[in-house]
């Protein structure tokens, strides 16, 4: 069931999403050689709770920590870690926050210093293609013109989508219906975007093969060829005219 939210739940979330906005401000800098992934994950645990909210993911079916934090291979779902972070490294930060009963959940990958010009064009691409389906998330339209938006900026590189993981409904609790493909052709259904509909969108991008494995930490999912990834996603409630975007990490 898809829910629709009201004002005062459109608000809630809101509020929830601008807590999110302030911690990827608080991390942008920080993200630098030297800084370990255990590091971000402190202070990104710290800025959500001096704000009033919970780290989302902080044991969400367990999972240890408040921020995902996937480094380079790494697809999603990674642990942090104390091993520093090293230049040429890219970082995919991604963090959920509770506040008063109401989810946001977004990514930003990060590079580490200066990166590679492959590396830079991977993440470049993928952000386009998020930009290309926040696009279509207009009253009307269908869930599967997300995938389709995605994969019409992605495939003229050859890259691979990740079909193993979806973007999802987001806002009463952190996984909602519906479940949004970032590739097209795909199956299930494929309803309307209605306004009111709060949704995650989150194309994640490998530079090679599409498919992904998992490491016996039963979390991190890594690409299949050992080749980079990339992930930016946002909470993105459908307007009676179009996408208001929720989140932000707009900074740096
Ligand atoms: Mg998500």
Redesign the pocket.
């Known amino acids: 069931m898809i829910n629709i939210k009201n004002r005062e739940q459109q608000d809630g979330i809101r509020r929830s999403s601008d807590i999110l906005s302030q911690v990827f401000e608080k991390i942008d800098t920080m993200i630098t050689p030297g800084v370990s992934t255990m590091d971000v994950d402190r202070v990104v645990e710290e800025t959500i709770r001096k704000a009033g909210g919970v780290p989302a993911f902080l044991n969400y079916d367990g999972f240890p920590a408040s921020v995902c934090a996937s480094v380079n291979e790494q697809v999603i779902h990674g642990i942090p870690n104390e091993k520093p972070l090293k230049e040429g490294d890219i970082v995919g930060c991604?963090i959920?926050v509770l506040l008063d009963g109401y989810y946001s959940?977004a990514?930003k990958t990060f590079g580490v210093g200066p990166i590679s010009p492959a590396a830079q064009k991977l993440m470049d691409v993928t952000k386009k293609s998020l930009d290309a389906a926040i696009a279509v998330c207009v009253p009307g339209n269908r869930i599967k013109d997300i995938g389709k938006a995605v994969t019409k900026v992605v495939e003229p590189h050859d890259y691979g989508i990740v079909y193993s993981f979806c973007?999802?409904g987001?806002g009463i609790n952190l996984h909602e219906d519906p479940q949004i493909p970032n590739y097209y052709p795909s199956r299930g259904l494929n309803p309307r975007l209605k306004p009111g509909m709060v949704i995650?969108i989150?194309p994640m991008v490998n530079e090679g093969t599409a498919d992904v494995d998992m490491l016996d930490d039963g979390w991190t999912v890594v690409t299949g060829d050992g080749l980079l990834s990339a992930h930016f996603?946002h909470t993105i409630l459908i307007g009676d005219k179009g996408p208001q975007v929720l989140t932000s990490w707009r900074f740096g």
């Open positions: 991604d959920g959940d990514c973007g999802h987001v995650a989150e996603e």
